[in-house]
T-cell receptor
Framework: DTEVTQTPKHLVMGMTNKKSLKCEQH?????MYWYKQKAKKPPELMFV???????INESVPSRFSPECPNSSLLNLHLHALQPEDSALYLC??????????????FGPGTRLTVL | DQQVKQNSPSLSVQEGRISILNCDYT??????FLWYKKYPAEGPTFLIS?????DKNEDGRFTVFLNKSAKHLSLHIVPSQPGDSAVYFC?????????????FGTGTLLAVQP
């Protein structure tokens, strides 16, 4: 299984809602990532988990809260978002070991719209 | 400050010809480079990578060239096929540790004309 899955595919939420994005991989990868991609822009790193511990937070606002319950799952909890947070949210995973550690496998993304 | 740049937002090539996508970087600490392909409504798909200890890596129709002195890399696709039409991102990283922070370029939209 070389797939990263993300649910939901699309999400529309109001500024007062609480929602969660989910990501799952079964490749045995021990590093998982959240990226945000706006239209016509490159993916921008938000968070990195390594061995289920948060290792990088790219100064992301606290209205985004990541969680890594186990080595296969990654969540992104959303609360009190702003319309400018509307974007494609991508999850990725990679092997932490040397060699092809730079190769990150991406999921299809969740298209988020904040009203 | 854009550390990884793709100066051509788009490129159009005839089927069967060579596609050359270019990427420049500014951070001399980068030691690993990757190319990703992205179709609309899908996540990026890894294509090919190169370590800074090499200057060329080939995988089927895809070849990546790295010129460290010029801080430049390029992706060659030969022969180009209509199914190659997509946005191509180059990415760079400083290897080491358990995770790698990829810095993506702005992307080049490749259109392969039948």
């Amino acid at each position: 299984d070389t797939e990263v899955t993300q649910t939901p595919k699309h999400l529309v939420m109001g500024m007062t809602n609480k929602k969660s994005l989910k990501c799952e991989q079964h490749m045995g990868h021990r590093a998982m990532y959240w990226y945000k991609q706006k239209a016509k822009k490159p993916p921008e790193l938000m968070f990195v988990y390594s061995y289920e511990k948060l290792s990088i937070n790219e100064s992301v606002p606290s209205r985004f809260s990541p969680e890594c319950p186990n080595s296969s799952l990654l969540n992104l909890h959303l609360h009190a978002l702003q319309p400018e947070d509307s974007a494609l949210y991508l999850c990725a995973s990679s092997q932490p070991a040397s060699g092809r550690a730079g190769e990150q496998f991406f999921g299809p993304g969740t298209r988020l719209t904040v009203l | 400050d854009q550390q990884v740049k793709q100066n051509s937002p788009s490129l159009s090539v005839q089927e069967g010809r060579i596609s050359i996508l270019n990427c420049d970087y500014t951070n001399s600490m980068f030691d690993y480079f990757l190319w990703y392909k992205k179709y609309p409504a899908e996540g990026p798909t890894f294509l090919i990578s190169i370590s800074s200890i090499k200057d060329k890596n080939e995988d089927g129709r895809f070849t990546v060239f790295l010129n460290k002195s010029a801080k430049h890399l390029s992706l060659h696709i030969v022969p180009s096929q209509p199914g190659d039409s997509a946005v191509y991102f180059c990415a760079a990283a400083v290897m080491g540790g358990a995770t790698n922070k990829l810095i993506f370029g702005t992307g080049t939209l490749l259109a392969v004309q039948p």
